[in-house]
């Protein structure tokens, strides 16, 4: 197989907040050459880099808020979070969990620090990715999925180099714990010192990897901490090195190739959809929340 290139590496951008618990660089589709188009079907990569948080009485966070057409995937690395949503679901991912919202038809979310946290306060790291649903599934009844770390297929990188964890899509024949709607491949590294491991994704997919944690070398080129990879369309295999203890999240999907029209918390395909979906949230169709965590 042919050597899948760089295309182009990223700092992280300015931070900012989203309410008052989630320091977030906005990478997807913040940064320049990182549109929606570009990154199909990854709509948006919001990466909130390690941030200490002293103890508090109330837990910090966002209340409730819409969203419709597409899915929220959100990673926890340190600390952990509470979601509670308008279908009743609801639950806490802590350290290496992820939670899978699938907003589809409209659904109302929030998402705080979990009160653990919250009373002992400490290091919080995490990413939320925004995954596009196509036109077919956009009005899909929603759903939610916790992935606890242990219900996560891991796979050993040889000459115990690390671990992948397969969160979606598949990683030497060893399938994802996540259920998706198109061709979504979300993997998990956690590399020692000099650990290497390959990846091999088709040449179309959108394939991207962040580090979150320590520095790598991928095709020759260092990779700091935070940094963002994007790849060539051109190519499969890629090889990363991992210089420290190093944890990566790649990500690599397949293209939906449909219209995309987004505005703040809705991803349609057409303007006569967003429009729809506004005066469905207004009308009260996403159904109803307290605005604080319970």
Request: charged residues 20%.
């Amino acid at each position: 197989m042919d050597r899948k290139e760089i295309e182009k590496i990223f700092a992280p951008p300015a931070p900012h907040m989203v309410g008052d618990g989630f320091k977030m660089h906005n990478f997807i589709p913040g940064v320049s050459r990182l549109d929606m188009k570009r990154m199909d079907p990854f709509l948006v990569l919001d990466y909130g880099s390690k941030m200490y948080f002293s103890p508090a009485d109330k837990p910090r966070g966002v209340g409730c808020h819409p969203h419709r057409g597409f899915e929220t995937v959100t990673i926890a690395y340190h600390g952990s979070v509470a979601h509670e949503d308008s279908t009743g679901a609801g639950g806490i991912i802590n350290e290496g969990d992820v939670q899978w919202m699938t907003a589809a038809k409209g659904i109302l979310h929030k998402e705080f620090h979990s009160k653990e946290f919250t009373q002992k306060g400490g290091d919080f790291q995490m990413i939320q990715l925004w995954v596009n649903l196509p036109a077919a599934h956009k009005m899909s009844k929603p759903g939610y999925q916790t992935l606890k770390n242990n219900e996560i297929p891991k796979v050993d990188i040889e000459n115990q180099g690390g671990i992948v964890e397969v969160i979606s899509g598949e990683y030497k024949g060893i399938k994802g714990a996540a259920r998706t709607y198109t061709s979504v491949n979300l993997l998990n590294t956690k590399l020692n010192q000099n650990g290497k491991v390959k990846f091999s994704f088709p040449a179309n997919y959108n394939t991207a990897l962040i580090v979150v944690e320590g520095s790598v070398m991928i095709n020759g080129e260092k990779i700091p901490g935070d940094y963002f990879v994007l790849f060539k369309n051109e190519g499969e295999e890629f090889i990363v090195e991992a210089l420290e203890n190093s944890v990566i999240l790649t990500m690599s999907g397949e293209p939906i190739h449909e219209p995309i029209a987004a505005h703040g918390p809705f991803v349609m395909n057409t303007r006569e959809e967003l429009m729809e979906a506004f005066q469905d949230y207004n009308t009260g169709k996403f159904g109803y929340m307290e605005e604080n965590l319970n």
